[in-house]
């Protein structure tokens, strides 16, 4: 964890040109370091080893998710349909589309709107992640919120040797909102920040449309047969959004 943090500070003090020649990996690139231990572009123990340890914890999570929809979704926690199989998110998993970004906040002087934080210091405005789910590593700064079903805004406080996991949309269409996506925000705490999160997808052709709904029976299916002839793949979702990003920034220029 303190190799990629180091990395992000270290990537940060490199002078713009060198900075600009980094380039970016396309959308559909799959992450192939699961048995990489080497340390990638990010220097010593800052990308690919880091990477590869996150996409093991990336498969344990997807079996979590698998497992904790297994349950009988007619039951009293249920939304009706199918139970899902335990490696339902797993099997969809086996290229992901991942990225690792480095992040820095630089300070910002007028840490206070006046309002408490609400408005005028926002280090990242409030939003929700495309993708299943990130995997969020902060400093020691603080500042990142999130929202609870009350509308409250919640710290997360940075809690050493942790990681926050925010709920995507992509997680959040596919399971119908039994796992809501984060809404969150970063509020600038007037000190250089860093922070470095992993958005983690499943395969580009796996197809994401609202579970245990339709009563579909999970076990009669294969993994890449979801019966439905519909549904969009996560490539498609996932250029939507871009591309609705994108629209929008143009517009407002
Ligand atoms: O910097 C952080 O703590 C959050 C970053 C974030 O939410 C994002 O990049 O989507
Ligand atoms: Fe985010």
Same mark, same amino acid.
């Given at each position: 964890m303190e190799g990629a943090m180091d990395a992000a500070r270290r990537f940060f003090r490199l002078d713009l040109e060198t900075k600009m020649r980094v380039r970016r990996r396309k959308m559909r690139d799959e992450c192939d370091d699961r048995d990489n231990d080497d340390d990638g572009g990010g220097g010593k123990g800052g990308g690919g080893g880091y990477q590869a340890e996150l996409i093991e914890l990336s498969d344990k999570l997807l079996l979590a998710l698998g497992r904790s929809l *297994?349950?009988?979704? *007619? =039951?009293? #926690?249920g939304g009706g349909g199918a139970a899902v199989a335990e490696d339902y998110f797993v099997s969809r998993s086996r290229k992901p589309m991942c990225t690792l970004r480095l992040l820095h906040y630089p300070p910002v002087d007028d840490c206070d709107g006046g309002d408490g934080g609400a #408005? =005028? #210091?926002? =280090?990242c405005g409030a939003h929700t992640d495309y993708g299943l789910f990130t995997i969020l590593q902060q400093d020691s700064i603080g500042g990142l919120q999130v929202r609870n079903r009350g509308g409250r805004w919640i710290d997360a406080k940075p809690l050493k040797g942790s990681f926050v996991i925010n709920v995507g949309d992509m997680l959040s269409r596919w399971t119908n909102s039994e796992y809501a996506s984060t809404v969150h925000r970063v509020v600038s705490r007037g000190g250089d920040r860093y922070s470095v999160p992993f958005f983690f997808n499943p395969d580009f052709d796996a197809v994401v449309k609202p579970l245990r709904k339709e009563g579909l029976e999970e076990s009669e299916r294969g993994p890449d047969d979801d019966g439905d002839g519909g549904g969009q793949t996560a490539l498609e979702i996932l250029k939507d959004r871009y591309n609705g990003t994108f629209t929008k920034i143009e517009m407002k220029s």
């Open positions: *297994n349950h009988d979704p *007619n =039951g009293p #926690s #408005s =005028g #210091s926002l =280090g």
